[in-house]
């Protein structure tokens, strides 16, 4: 696996207080620094495989990972599918900012337009929605 220059990317730092997968996943990313670095899922998992706790670690728990470590704020993991894709540690503010425009917001979009849908669907089935919920005697 080809490395480049860690661009002010601390691996160490990010995974203190870490434990389990999502230090694991981490660690194992560290080598991953830049798009053109990404690391395959397939591979990903097969890193983590080689490690008897994880011998049957399987994908979803790995993305829950990914999704966790995310969320916390405590890694900018980037990804992106089709043929040389897969994950990384973002080298840059550039690579941030293409992960969300291309990844995050046309997902955040396409949830918003299925609830207004939804919303729209369920004032059509059940007529409009009542303002006041109605308590149960029971």
Known sequence: ??????RGVNVKQMAA??????????????YSIGRDNAM?????????????IYSDVDERAVRLAIHELRQSGTALICSTGGIGGGYWLARDWDEVEEFIAREVEP????????????????????????????????
Do not use: C, W
């Open 1 to 6: 696996m080809k490395t480049k220059h860690n």
């Open 17 to 30: 207080g870490l434990q389990g997968l999502e230090k694991d996943v981490l660690l194992v990313l560290q």
């Open 40 to 52: 395959p899922r397939r591979d990903l998992i097969a890193y983590l495989r080689r490690n008897p």
């Open 107 to 138: 997902r955040a979009l396409g949830l918003l337009a299925t609830k207004k849908s939804m919303l729209a669907a369920a004032g059509r089935q059940f007529g409009p929605k009542p303002t006041v919920k109605q308590t149960t005697l029971f």
